[in-house]
């Protein structure tokens, strides 16, 4: 290919804007599919959440008049989603869907490639993309925010890299795992400082919603739901648990396999990877921790679920993307598994008993589980020393 992708223009846009329109031209399908249906459960749950907050209504109980199923994000989430609860249900929820991928395609150009490599990453998440959009999640902004939180500490502005880090971890656990990136700091105190300040602004700015005296005990209950919901969620048969510890259950067909023992292996594997101090030097090192983060809050969590993936496959993608060589026979396999069996394993694409069984086995999440051990493998025995990116995926200067 003699021209970038990039540099092509149809109708005077470039690939790599028609790739962004394509993102937002899902998320605008998905609105109006599930608007003018009335299918809007998830977004309901999310925006009710505001109302139920400000009312002094526990957020974490069972409200079937109003929808199924139960809010489990933390009290912090009830002041982002307040300026589009604020409006008609409708618009409101058209800049939900248009908000998550335009946070996703934000995170993704402040990566150090070029946009070429950009548009790539970005075609291969496109499925993901739109099974988290179809579901009206969270989780593409999720994925935005731990991306946000290496990118932001790589330039040098941690004011930012905290404020994505806390407000993200206040609202869905998950991206605590940007806490990581400290080690990656140029100036950790001031890495410190803004966390702090961060922390106590955050922590405490629901009150403007409930007043203080709810948002402790909002606090309180959101705990509680957590630990509920990491029990429940270990099942065989739901659409939950589709980890590594439940990838396992799920083989042996036994519910009574622990998490800990995963967890505790991740988190070695992990905190040895951040002990080869000498490696840190490698921006390659740097953005294989950065993907490592992004598979294992999936693999490792027992609430991963279908829509949940757009995380974990923005990781896969984005290791196998800056490669020297991205399309080896691994790569080409992983990819096309990527898309097949993560992306349209449990749609529609496949005939009820498959997706059945594909649900059964948590099949979802092979793919991303067998990245995930060679990024391990890599990040534990590699010399990234002498391994720097390819100049044909850089960003342009």
Not at 42 to 63: E, M, P, S
Not at 104 to 130: D, G, H, M, Q, Y
Not at 249 to 258: A, H
Request: glycine residues 4%; proline residues 5%; aromatic residues 18%.
């Amino acid at each position: 290919m003699s021209r970038q992708l990039s540099s092509k223009k149809f109708l005077n846009l470039t690939g790599y804007q028609w790739t962004c329109i394509l993102y937002i031209a899902v998320a605008v399908f998905c609105w109006q599919l599930k608007y003018f249906r009335h299918i809007d459960n998830n977004y309901i749950i999310f925006r009710t959440a505001f109302y139920h907050f400000k009312d002094h209504v526990n957020l974490y109980l069972y409200y079937p008049k109003e929808y199924y199923d139960v809010y489990i994000y933390g009290p912090a989430f009830t002041v982002f989603i307040a300026p589009l609860a604020l409006m008609p249900e409708g618009w409101g929820f058209f800049f939900w869907e248009v908000g998550n991928a335009a946070m996703f395609l934000w995170a993704v150009n402040t990566l150090p490639f070029s946009n070429r490599i950009k548009i790539l990453i970005l075609l291969f998440c496109a499925i993901e993309f739109a099974n988290s959009s179809h579901y009206m999640q969270f989780n593409p902004c999720i994925a935005a925010i731990i991306i946000l939180s290496f990118t932001m500490v790589r330039r040098g502005k941690e004011q930012y890299a905290t404020l994505f880090t806390v407000f993200g971890t206040l609202m869905k656990i998950y991206p605590i795992v940007g806490l990581a990136f400290f080690m990656f700091s140029k100036n950790k105190v001031k890495y410190i400082v803004w966390s702090v300040i961060w922390l106590v602004i955050l922590l405490c700015l629901p009150a403007i919603i409930s007043g203080p005296g709810f948002l402790v005990q909002t606090y309180r209950d959101w705990f509680t739901a957590l630990s509920s919901k990491n029990l429940t969620n270990q099942s065989l048969t739901t659409g939950f648990d589709w980890c590594l510890m439940g990838a396992v259950r799920r083989l042996f067909q036994d519910s009574s396999i622990p998490n800990w023992p995963f967890l505790l292996g991740g988190a070695a594997v992990f905190g040895t990877a951040l002990l080869r101090l000498k490696q840190y030097a490698s921006l390659k090192f740097q953005l294989q921790i950065m993907c490592s983060l992004l598979l294992m809050v999936v693999i490792f969590s027992t609430a991963s679920e279908h829509p949940t993936f757009i995380i974990a496959t923005a990781g896969a993608v984005i290791y196998i993307m800056m490669q020297q060589k991205p399309f080896t026979p691994f790569n080409i396999v992983m990819l096309v598994l990527l898309l097949v069996v993560t992306g349209l394993g449990p749609s529609d694409a496949f005939p009820k008993p498959a997706r059945i069984w594909m649900q059964n086995y948590a099949t979802k999440a092979y793919p991303c589980i067998i990245i995930w051990f060679k990024i391990a493998w890599e990040l534990l025995f590699k010399d990234f020393t002498g391994d720097k990116l390819p100049d044909r995926i850089l960003q342009e200067r």
